[in-house]
């Protein structure tokens, strides 16, 4: 599968020819589970049951994709959450 990576600002995004693309939130020490909850909220458009799971499975697991869709779609996303000072890639 070829893959080519694209950096913007703090944030590095994956993108691959195939649909079926995520954002992926990885976990660090520095944000709260509220911060991230919120900005899941705002950003992915999750309840806050659906990005207070997200959080915990970060947390727990090291990494999570927290909304799927296409590159156009998530792009924008990605960028909102790595301003607001979290760590995501597209995959």
Same mark, same amino acid.
């Given at each position: 599968? #070829?893959?080519?990576?694209?950096?913007? *600002?703090k $944030?590095?995004?994956? =993108? /691959?020819?195939?649909?079926?693309?995520? $954002?992926?939130?990885?976990?660090?020490?520095?944000?709260?589970? =509220?911060?991230?909850t919120?900005?899941?909220?705002?950003? !992915? @458009?999750? /309840?806050?049951?659906? #990005?207070?799971? !997200? #959080?915990? $499975?970060?947390? =727990?697991?090291?990494?999570?994709?927290?909304?799927?869709?296409?590159?156009?779609? %998530?792009?924008?996303? !990605? *960028? #909102? %959450?790595? @301003?607001?000072?979290l760590?995501?890639? $597209? @995959?």
């Open positions: 599968m #070829a893959t080519k990576e694209l950096v913007l *600002e $944030i590095g995004v994956e =993108t /691959t020819t195939e649909d079926g693309l995520k $954002i992926v939130l990885h976990n660090d020490p520095v944000n709260t589970f =509220t911060w991230v919120e900005c899941l909220v705002d950003i !992915c @458009e999750h /309840t806050s049951d659906q #990005a207070e799971q !997200c #959080a915990w $499975i970060v947390h =727990t697991k090291g990494r999570y994709g927290v909304k799927s869709g296409s590159f156009d779609d %998530l792009q924008p996303r !990605c *960028e #909102a %959450l790595g @301003e607001r000072g760590t995501v890639t $597209i @995959e």
